[in-house]
Structure formats: structure tokens, C-alpha cells
């Protein structure tokens, strides 16, 4: 796995089992129990210096992000961190439930890492530049997957050209590479369907994003 920004971070910490799920857990359990509460406590938690527990710190803030816009590290500092309000229905929306600051909550969160602690170490993630994989020929028995920034969607730390990636990619391996993106990138693309519904805070939200795997 690759990925240059926190998640890779993450990853790499997951995988090489330095993630301190002691750390992790004292930051789950620092967070209000008044879901009204919790914007402003991870306000100000992300307007702290970075420092060494970037990779345990992360996910708390991405799962609280708004909208689930990107969070990432901007030298020692937390770049793109808005948070949700907890929000309520009034008479008048079409969502009828709650929307919560926090999504997953931290009990769930909480359970989805320790999973992965166990599951996933060992596996290997490089916090890198993508252009480094040109560096060489991977295995032609490899199986090279790419999910790069949708195109036209919401802003992130870090982009690439991925047309001009894919063309670099086929003049080096012999390896099939897949790239997941919101729209067709050649004539063999098939559509991901997933379930799960529309309609974002408010329920207005008439279709979901598509997304596309074309191989190369």
C-alpha cells in the first residue's frame, strides 16, 4: 500500500504495529459524552501541533470531519479540518433522523481499528509519492491497484495526473493495473454499484457518486 498523505501514515504505523492503541484509546475517551459538544473538543484538538501521534489522532478527526472532506498533515499543523454539528430534523426536512458529529461513533471506531491492529499487521504501507512506483517494474504477477482523487470532487492534500500515470505505468510493466475513478477511463470500464442511500445531511442529495473501474 501506498499513499503519501495521513492515512498513509496510518497505515504504516497499523502495519508495522507501532500504532498505540493506548494513545488511541485515551483520545476515544477523551471526547464529550453531549454529542452537541464534540465539534468544538476536536476544533480543538486539530488546532494543536501535530506532533508524534499523528496516526492515532487521524482517524478520530477524519470521522468527524463534515462531510467527510479530507483532512491531512500540513507540516505540523491539521489543514482542512471542518467539523459537523450535531444536527437535529426540523419539521420541514426530508431526513427524519439525527446526524451525528461523528461517523463511525467512537464505540464503532473503536472496534474497527483493533480489528485491523490484529488483522493487518504485517502488511506493508509506504507514506511516499506515487511516482516512486515508476521507479521500477513491478512483478508481472502483481496486481497494481489505483484509487486516486476522484476528478471535480472535493478538495485533497495531494493529486497526481493519473491519464499521464497510467500511460507511464503501461510503457514500464507488464502487471494489469486497475483504476477506480468517477467516470470511464477506457472502453472495458465497468460501474460499481453499492447500496446504501442518498441524500447527505439533509436527504436533498438526488444521486450518489458513480465509480468506475477501468483496467489497463
Known amino acids: 500500500m501506498l499513499d503519501i498523505s495521513s492515512w ?5 504505523a497499523i502495519g508495522s504495529g507501532r500504532f498505540s492503541q493506548d494513545v488511541f484509546k485515551q483520545i476515544l475517551r477523551g471526547l464529550p459524552q453531549d454529542k452537541r459538544a464534540l465539534k468544538a473538543h476536536v476544533s480543538e484538538l486539530a488546532a494543536l501541533p501535530v506532533g508524534d501521534n499523528e496516526a492515532e489522532l487521524y482517524p478520530v478527526l477524519q470521522a468527524c470531519s463534515f462531510g467527510g472532506k479530507q483532512i491531512w498533515r500540513k507540516g505540523n499543523s491539521w489543514a482542512n479540518a471542518c467539523f459537523r454539528d450535531y444536527w437535529e430534523p426540523t419539521a420541514t426536512s426530508v431526513r427524519r433522523s439525527p446526524a451525528n458529529p461523528m461517523q463511525p461513533s467512537p464505540k464503532e471506531l473503536q472496534r474497527r481499528i483493533e480489528a485491523l491492529v490484529v488483522g493487518m499487521k504485517g502488511v506493508t504501507c509506504l507514506n511516499d509519492d506515487i511516482i516512486t512506483t515508476l521507479d521500477k517494474a513491478f512483478p508481472e504477477d502483481a ?4 484509487d486516486p482523487p476522484y476528478q471535480g470532487s472535493t478538495g485533497y492534500a495531494f493529486g497526481f495526473d493519473v491519464i ?8 514500464l510493466n507488464a502487471a494489469p493495473l486497475f483504476v477506480s475513478e468517477g467516470v470511464p477511463l477506457n472502453a472495458d470500464a465497468i460501474m460499481l454499484t453499492f447500496g446504501g442511500a442518498k441524500g447527505g445531511i439533509s436527504g436533498n442529495k438526488k444521486n450518489k457518486h458513480e465509480e468506475w473501474l477501468s483496467r489497463f
Do not use: L
Open 8 to 12: 498513509g501514515t496510518f497505515w504504516s
Open 143 to 146: 496486481v497494481v491497484y489505483v
Open 164 to 171: 499521464r500515470f497510467i500511460e507511464r505505468f503501461s510503457e
